[in-house]
């Protein structure tokens, strides 16, 4: 999901940043002041018994100092609380944040690139699936696309990338077949509507 994405993001522009990338678990404030925390180690910084804003700001000091850093702040769905957190110069800092808000939330407004990642139409999620499945680039029979099409639209998976390849794996290791899953997927369906 979006965590993968911002992992694969940094370790692929990895040298770009030598002076750093930083992961912080941004769900809630106890999460980012322990990363804050954890990271002011890894520098060989002390944070003593100050609180999440002052040990943020030390932190900041530091890195802001150095070259160019990447700071990857994780499941940030409480914006407000990120608008304290992040540094305004962008300079030597980049940030990467990871959330289920909406792109026109006014936080992530000052950004200079919001990236979307919403759901998968159906050749997108098809094509994912048949990846996920072991299958890539695989023509289906007009039977399986049919099948496969209704997994990747229909409740609960509804095109999100993290449900397609759950159940991408799960196919390839359980062995199944798009039909037999969509019957496994209807019959857990109306037990639970039951």
């Not at 940030?76 to 792109?103: F, G, W």
């Not at 999100?160 to 794996?169: K, N, R, S």
Request: negative net charge.
């Amino acid at each position: 999901g979006k965590s993968a994405l911002a992992a694969r993001y940094a370790a692929l522009h990895r040298e770009m940043y030598g002076d750093g990338v930083f992961y912080f678990n941004a769900e809630s404030l106890p999460a980012l002041h322990m990363s804050i925390r954890q990271n002011m180690r890894k520098l060989g910084m002390h944070s003593g018994d100050s609180g999440v804003f002052s040990d943020n700001e030390l932190f900041l000091q530091r890195v802001c100092g150095k070259g160019k850093v990447l700071l990857v702040y994780d499941g940030a769905d409480n914006l407000d609380l990120l608008e304290k957190i992040v540094p305004d110069d962008s300079s030597r800092v980049h940030v990467l944040v990871t959330t289920r808000m909406s792109a026109d939330h006014p936080t992530l407004a000052r950004a200079d690139r919001v990236v979307s990642v919403g759901r998968l139409g159906p050749a997108a999620g098809v094509e994912a699936l048949q990846a996920w499945r072991g299958r890539a680039g695989q023509q289906l029979e007009q039977e399986e696309m049919n099948f496969a099409t209704r997994i990747v639209n229909e409740s609960p998976i509804e095109g999100l990338p993290l449900a397609i390849t759950h159940v991408g794996t799960f196919m390839r290791k359980a062995q199944v077949s798009y039909q037999q899953y969509y019957q496994l997927l209807s019959s857990e369906e109306e037990e639970l509507q039951a």
